[in-house]
């Protein structure tokens, strides 16, 4: 089975799925024992909220990476499960999770994502974001206690998939004008959960 857990479940923490993919995105992830011919395709991947359905909210999850479960994306071909999660308080270190600051209209800073092998052809893959503000712990310096009170205010957002997916760097500004306002008079952040991989 294939196993999420948050490390600090006995403090409440749970699981939150940014995203899924079954299928096969390479020819060097999942490879061991399997003939050339159950690799070759590398373009069946597909998302699935699946793994979102059963285990976001849970402590731990536990689910089977099958065909029976998922569907068959691409017949003949060894196929793996890829999940991007985290804790609801601490990120996942298999993931790039990066957070940043509402910015005021004073401070100019963007939002950067980058592969640090570029060169060799990788890309930026968003498996998830959010902008809005999960806990009173995140981005809160200078701010009083009245801009951090509703932590249920974030929402999902797919514009930072569709700015910089397929690039090896991208920048977006974390503002009110590029993603709503889910939360008026609340500090918000965004939070993207990204990979790196081979084009």
Do not use: H, M, W
């Amino acid at each position: 089975a294939f196993s999420l857990a948050c490390f600090n479940a006995d403090q409440g923490q749970v699981i939150v799925v940014y995203g899924a993919d079954y299928g096969r995105r390479d020819r060097t992830t999942c490879i061991n024992g399997r003939p050339d011919s159950q690799l070759q395709n590398v373009s069946c991947s597909k998302p699935t909220n699946i793994v979102a359905t059963r285990c976001n909210g849970k402590n731990t999850c536990d689910i089977r990476a099958l065909n029976s479960v998922f569907g068959d994306p691409c017949p003949d071909i060894y196929k793996y499960l890829e999940v991007a999660y985290r804790s609801r308080q601490s990120p996942q270190l298999s993931l790039n999770n990066k957070t940043v600051n509402e910015l005021s209209q004073t401070v100019i800073r963007a939002f950067s994502l980058s592969c640090f092998n570029a060169d060799q052809g990788q890309v930026i893959v968003v498996y998830g974001a959010d902008y809005g503000r999960r806990d009173r712990t995140t981005c809160i310096n200078g701010r009083p206690d009245s801009q951090l009170q509703n932590v249920s205010c974030s929402k999902p957002t797919n514009i930072v998939a569709t700015r910089c997916n397929g690039k090896n760097t991208c920048d977006i500004r974390a503002l009110n004008s590029v993603f709503g306002d889910p939360c008026p008079d609340i500090y918000k952040y965004l939070e993207v959960a990204y990979r790196c991989k081979c084009e």
